[in-house]
């Protein structure tokens, strides 16, 4: 049975998920982890006899969990296809990642190893969950409300995880109002904010899972491998899409950019700008707000001047992002602010540009579980070498600066390949 297209009651379901996980995306990837990782664990770890920083520790941590997504999404998406089942899978990875993040209510620092394996799994929950729930958006949508629908779910993740991020940002500061001792004294009032998180990601996330349509099962069963053959049918039918095989290259190399910064822009400002945890959490607090702007700005251009244009506008800024911020002075939090503001204009744009432009160039009469799973590898894939590269020439050269130097070059060329991408499907509407 054909799914209903464009059910206002749907459609609201599924924006809810991106309000219930982006808490992760910003708390604990962005703002209060990566503050207090860097703050509390030792500056150093030996390992084998290898001393590593444990900046580039945090790094190839994250690009470990992010392998680990690689290796089993593909598996998990394909059974979901042919079974007909994505809820079951969405809703155990939900479940893994709100625990993984709620598990860091114990992490207190010295125990470093215990902080980064609940950190991987709430990462793990997080990247899986994703397929499962980006695969339901050419299923409850017209391909003419992809790009305002996924905007319209960034700026309902940037509103829920400002203002979860408010709240923490309050224990941080104010830790008095709550009874929790001075961030001075303890790191409970950190700690307590990691439980939010994970008890948000959960609370949330049962109303799509209530609401998005009931699974198309099947009577099919599926061998193990079922999931990695699903994933070299979408790899052989690229051959068969040119624009799509040629937009996922740009993609590729651009997103090892976007998604790197993600993840390490706190740790830069700690590290190398010397900045308080109060002024980097506000700092990612800033880049949430300007973003939800951002977001329907670059959906009104990619309306006017066609998807292409308006995200080869979101990687121009992208570069100049990179030379900013390679020359900016330590200590002086006002020049890492109007960074932000700067970022925050087309961190939300470039990656709900990022998803609809895909929907637009797959299939729209298939179930897209494996499509948007071979999506999400490639993205996986990309962060995996984004931080992993961050992380070897931040440990080798002693120097995040240098690591900078690196993204510009993403960037750059994810332009020069995003320009070969002359789909009719992206083009203005009006």
């Known amino acids: 049975m054909q799914q209903e297209l464009n059910n206002p009651k749907v459609l609201k379901a599924w924006t809810f998920y991106d309000w219930a996980n982006s808490v992760y995306s910003l708390s604990i990837a962005s703002a209060i982890f990566p503050a207090f990782y860097e703050e509390f664990t030792p500056k150093s770890v030996e390992i084998m006899g290898w001393s590593i920083k444990n900046t580039a520790l945090y790094s190839y941590g994250l690009s470990l969990a992010f392998l680990i997504i690689v290796a089993i999404v593909p598996l998990l998406s394909g059974i979901a296809d042919s079974r007909g089942v994505k809820k079951p899978y969405m809703r155990f990875f939900v479940a893994l990642g709100s625990l993984g993040c709620s598990a860091l209510f114990w992490f207190q620092g010295s125990n470093i190893f215990f902080g980064l394996a609940c950190f991987m799994l709430a990462t793990v929950g997080w990247g899986a969950s994703l397929v ?247 993205e996986k894939l990309a962060i995996v070498l984004g931080t992993l590269c961050w992380g070897l020439i931040d440990n080798i050269s002693g120097d995040m600066r240098n690591s900078i130097l690196l993204l510009m070059v993403f960037f750059l060329i994810g332009m020069v390949l995003l320009r070969r991408v002359n789909s009719p499907k992206l083009a203005a509407r009006s």
């Open 132 to 378: 499962f729930y980006n695969a339901y958006l050419p299923e409850i949508a017209s391909p003419d409300r992809f790009d305002r629908l996924s905007a319209r779910g960034y700026t309902m993740g940037y509103i829920g995880s400002v203002l979860l991020l408010i709240l923490n940002l309050m224990f941080i500061m104010k830790s008095d109002w709550f009874g929790l001792p001075s961030p001075k004294e303890s790191t409970l009032a950190f700690r307590v904010g990691f439980l939010t998180v994970g008890i948000w990601w959960m609370g949330w996330s049962l109303y799509p899972l209530w609401v998005l349509p009931k699974d198309r099962k099947t009577s099919k069963s599926s061998p193990i491998w079922k999931g990695y053959q699903e994933l070299k049918q979408v790899f052989l039918s690229l051959r068969e899409m040119p624009q799509t095989q040629r937009y996922l290259a740009a993609f590729f190399v651009y997103t090892m950019g976007v998604q790197t910064v993600i993840y390490v822009a706190a740790l830069f400002g700690k590290n190398v700008l010397e900045l308080e945890s109060k002024d980097m959490i506000i700092t990612i607090l800033l880049i949430q707000l300007i973003g939800i702007a951002g977001a329907y700005f670059f959906a009104w251009l990619a309306d006017k001047k066609g998807n292409r244009y308006s995200l080869s506008a979101t990687l121009a800024i992208w570069v100049l992002v990179c030379i900013l911020a390679y020359f900016l002075e330590p200590r002086k939090p006002m020049q890492f602010f109007g960074l932000a503001c700067l970022v925050g204009t087309v961190m939300g744009g470039v990656q709900s540009l990022s998803r609809a432009t895909y929907a637009k160039l797959i299939p729209g009469d298939k179930d897209n579980t494996s499509y948007f799973s071979f999506y999400e590898v490639a």
